[in-house]
């Protein structure tokens, strides 16, 4: 695993937008996936992971109970990955893992808890066009037809309409992305993206452990977190943003009027 320690705020944005200069299109378009945490030390667990010991056999009960329960009219189009992405972004435990398109989204997931102030934050960057060049043929074959890096739920539901048809019994579980449909401003908001392994059982940080040229981590120590998160509170990079709605505002307000513990 590539750890890179952060030595400053400029440092960081160095670090996080070098990767975008892409030469075949002579713009900077940045093929990377990332995910803030606010402690360096925390796994790439998914939500259904952490239900504990049986936790695979509960994957398609959770979602047949969210279909039947939730309004028939909840998602646009009756598919399996519709539900699974809606049942994800509203909290149910899935195989699903939130990343985003924006360093600065990261930057405020890996500061956004003040409790954690104390412990080095991460950024994980992931490579996403590397990680989909070890999928499976046919789904490989996907993406060239539609002339794509990542995946919509359109595209999984004509190659793989239930989850469970990501992976053969011959397949290695792969890793790959997927757009998430624009449900409300939170998603577009938060420039949202999703990964998903096709096995349930594998973890996503345990998978690129064994292929570190997919993905590096940026270390962010515990003195800069104050002043990388006051700054993104500069940009109007907050809860207040980021969750529209009266709930993300009290948490924006709560952390901002939160004193620094030697002020």
Known sequence: MSDILVESWLDLHDKLFQPAWQPTINRFRAQLAFRGLSDARYDLSTSLMRLGVGYNRLEKHLLRNFRKYAHRDAVPDDSNWNWLTLAQHHGLPTRLMDWTFSPYVAMHFATANTEAFDRDGVI???DYVKVHAALP???QNELRKEGADLFTVEMLDRVAPGI??????????GLLFLEPPSIDDRVVNQYALLSVMSSA???VDEWLAARPEFHIRYI???ALKWEIRDKLDQANITERVL???LDGLSVWLRRHYTPHANG
């Open 201 to 203: 059982t594998t973890r």
């Open 164 to 173: 469970d048809g990501l992976a053969t019994a011959q397949d290695e579980p």
């Open 243 to 245: 969750f529209p709605g």
């Open 124 to 126: 994980w960057a992931v």
């Open 220 to 222: 962010i120590p515990a």
């Open 137 to 139: 043929e046919r789904l």
